[in-house]
């Protein structure tokens, strides 16, 4: 019952927040038929964060419960202030208010029952430890940048934005943080669905394409679950996918191999939303995901503000220049990935859309938004990198369609609809318009089979129609807008199939990790579109086309959706060893009283009577294995955690290799003098002994911790663990 009571104390904390921050946001968003309600809790966690965030790095406030109440008051007082004009309830859309407020609820209670399937803050196959790890050593307090939990004396060098705003509301409600950590993720999700309804609603005014926009861009997901299912049904081989050998269709559901499909594009991994917030972890790339909507309601609502032709005051344009530069330069800090792109989306849309009647004052907008992006995150650029990027290469092996295909089918479906739709009633004319576009297609074909470039036969004709209608209107609208996020979307998959950005993987997955974090970008955007292209289509076909079209768009939905529902069943059946283990509870640690109940009451121990952040010494680990779990669940640096993930972060081979030997040394040497004298390299104050250490090194090396007392003070004891202290005056 005390879960429940920890899940309501979050929920109404982000009610008050987005109620709070609402006068603002919708002096900004005040020409949106929701005046910008669906993002106000965005908007307002993402304040609030910076503000704690600035207080902090400028060492003006360690993090701490002081720091989150005093920039939750400027808050309060920023939006008090500068919203002070949209303060009366009575001017509110109480309607859509109350249906946004809905639309976050189911979607928050929905994946806190997800989470409740399958709670495991565990070690193997996803990024939990490493996501705990860095808001546990944000929890412990400090100024910022955050230590490193697992490089001891240096400061974490990926950006961490996402899991700050967890530990504010962690720290600020008093939730424990292995529940808390299972409560943001539920949280992430349901501000992406809230922002992609407002999105939705915005765009067509009607509820119910809010709802669609909520399923296409949060919930549908490949169409490999579809080619799955049908390889089970006729015991065949679909494209790739073998047939399952199990006997019934429930056992089929709950057995499901979710793992699989990612693994579509050769040499990266590519996921969707859905499938992101049910693996269940706090990782940069998923919580981007609602900011990157709320983003790009912004530039809408900057966008429907000059399509009124009405004068803007000089006071309004400050603000919208200040949110947005605001919001722009969040994404570096939650996940850099996104910045860039970004970017090139603020850029285009000023250029395309006509934001603003003159080109001076776009040019100012544009200039003091990006600028802003800068300026205000500077301590953030100056401490943090892009983890660990070195370079820029051509992709070797390309993406082929029928993958591309598999990976977004249902909005391909929907995006060449709208733009047969637009061919066929606006935009060709002409007999050279025609020949034009016939020879383009010729061409692009001919390139594409030359240059073993298959993707070229998508993106660029729908590229190129997008420009090409956008360039021939003449009043901007909603299908502008909607256009241009096309254009965004075929050039992210045109990047991802010519350049990879170099993390140090190699081949054959070198473009690992910028298929996994640009496609999730292009998902957003194709989602969007497509959600706005049903919602053209059906208004402008004729009766018999619209019902055969209809079918086949309700064929592919239902395809889009097998996917994600049967990863849902089958992550949550407790079948298999990385997820469920433990299920009934919130707890994401409760499942390491099962695996190593002494790490288990150790770590207890630790996180009750060790405060700030002393380093601690533990065994290392590699990746994804069960080591480096002392610093994960207590937040404590450690002297090396998981090395691969040092070295994807920027650090070098040496400098790991040379702090695993160490470590091994401290552990192992019978000579204390040499111990002593690493422990101080490293101002290593505890030392931590449990079944892990215990196998990983020679017992007569550990022996000397319990033998030599003016060096070490035993602190703890049980469970077959021991936590030594090291003295100040140990022996030299």
């Known amino acids: 019952m005390i879960q429940v009571a920890y899940v309501i104390c979050w929920w109404l904390a982000l009610v008050v927040i987005g109620l709070i921050s609402f006068p603002i946001v919708s002096r900004v968003c005040g020409k949106l038929p929701d005046k910008g309600y669906s993002i106000s809790k965005l908007v307002g966690l993402l304040i609030l964060t910076f503000l704690v965030w600035i207080f902090s790095s400028l060492r003006i406030l360690p993090f701490g419960y002081i720091s989150i109440v005093i920039s939750f008051l400027l808050l309060v007082a920023f939006s008090s202030y500068l919203g002070r004009k949209n303060l009366s309830i009575a001017n509110w859309p109480r309607k859509q208010i109350i249906i946004s407020e809905s639309v976050f609820a189911a979607a928050f209670i929905i994946l806190v029952l997800i989470m409740v399937g399958k709670p495991d803050i565990y070690f193997d196959g996803a990024d939990h430890f490493m996501d705990f790890a860095f808001m546990g050593s944000i929890i412990r307090g400090g100024y910022f940048p955050p230590v490193d939990p697992w490089f001891a004396g240096a400061s974490l060098p990926y950006y961490y934005g996402g899991h700050l705003l967890a530990a504010i509301l962690t720290v600020g409600t008093r939730v424990p943080p292995a529940i808390a950590f299972n409560i943001a993720v539920a949280m992430f999700f349901a501000l992406a669905a809230s922002a992609a309804y407002g999105l939705g609603y915005n765009i067509t005014k009607r509820n119910h394409y809010g709802a669609l926009a909520v399923v296409f861009v949060c919930i549908a997901g490949f169409m490999s679950g579809a080619y799955q299912l049908i390889a089970y049904v006729f015991h065949a ?108 989306f603020t850029v285009v849309a000023f250029a395309l859309l006509r934001i603003r009647p003159s080109i001076k004052g776009s040019l100012g907008v544009l200039g003091g938004i990006i600028g802003l992006s800068l300026l205000l995150y500077i301590p953030l650029y100056l401490s943090t990198g892009m983890g660990g990027i070195y370079g820029i290469g051509l992709v070797a092996e390309r993406t082929s369609l029928a993958d591309f295909f598999e990976f977004c089918a249902l909005f391909l479906f929907c995006l060449f609809s709208l733009l047969f739709v637009l061919w066929k009633r606006e935009l060709f004319r002409g007999r050279i318009v025609i020949l034009v576009a016939i020879l383009i297609l010729i061409a692009t074909i001919l390139t594409a089979v030359l240059l073993d470039f298959p993707l070229l036969i998508i993106v660029v004709p729908v590229g190129l129609l997008s420009l090409y209608y956008i360039y021939k209107s003449g009043q901007k609208t909603e299908k502008e807008f909607v256009l ?249």
Not at 296 to 302: C, E
Not at 582 to 587: H, K, P
Not at 637 to 653: C, D, L, Q
Request: include cysteine; aromatic fraction near 18%; charge should be negative.
């Open 237 to 344: 081989d679909v494209m790739g996918y073998l047939p399952s050998g199990v006997p019934t269709y429930v056992e089929w559901f709950l057995s499901f191999s979710f793992w699989d499909a990612p693994w579509l594009i050769p040499g990266g991994m590519a996921q969707y939303p859905s499938y992101i917030f049910q693996m269940g972890t706090l990782h940069a790339f998923m919580m981007g995901i609602p900011f990157q909507l709320m983003f790009i309601m912004l530039i809408f609502a900057l966008f429907k503000k000059g399509q009124l032709g009405e004068r803007i005051a000089i006071s309004d344009t400050l603000l919208d220049v200040f949110i947005l530069g605001l919001c722009l330069g969040f994404f570096y800090f939650v996940n850099a990935w996104e910045y860039p792109t970004y970017i090139i």
């Open 484 to 732: 241009l996020l096309v254009i965004i979307g075929v050039a992210l998959a045109f990047f991802c199939d010519f350049l990879y950005l170099d993390d140090g993987f190699g081949a054959p997955f070198e473009r690992f990790n910028t298929v996994l974090k640009v496609y999730l970008q292009l998902w957003v955007f194709f989602g969007i579109a497509a959600f706005y292209a049903v919602f053209y289509v059906l208004n402008n076909l004729g009766r018999k086309t619209k019902v055969i079209w209809l079918v086949t768009l309700v064929v592919f939905v239902l395809a889009s959706l097998i996917h994600p529902i049967a990863s849902t069943t089958s992550l949550t059946s407790g079948r298999h060893a990385s997820w469920g283990m433990n299920r009934g509870t919130l707890d994401g640690m409760a499942y390491l009283e099962s695996i190593d109940k002494g790490d288990y009451d150790a770590i207890q121990w630790i996180n009750e009577n060790i405060d700030s952040s002393p380093v601690i010494l533990e065994t290392p680990g590699g990746f994804y294995d069960y080591a480096s779990r002392i610093s994960v669940f207590t937040g404590l640096p450690t002297v090396i955690g998981w090395k691969a993930n040092e070295i994807m972060w920027g650090r070098t081979w040496d400098g790991v290799g040379e702090r695993s030997e160490d470590v091994e040394n401290i552990y192992n040497t019978f000579d204390n003098n040499q111990a002593m004298q690493l422990l101080r390299k490293y101002d290593v104050e505890y030392i931590y002994i449990g079944a892990l250490e215990q196998d990983a090194y020679e017992s007569e090396g550990l022996q000397k911790f319990t033998n030599q007392p003016e060096a070490y003070e035993l602190v703890y004891e049980g469970g077959g663990v021991t936590i030594f202290r090291v003295k100040e005056n140990g022996a030299d």
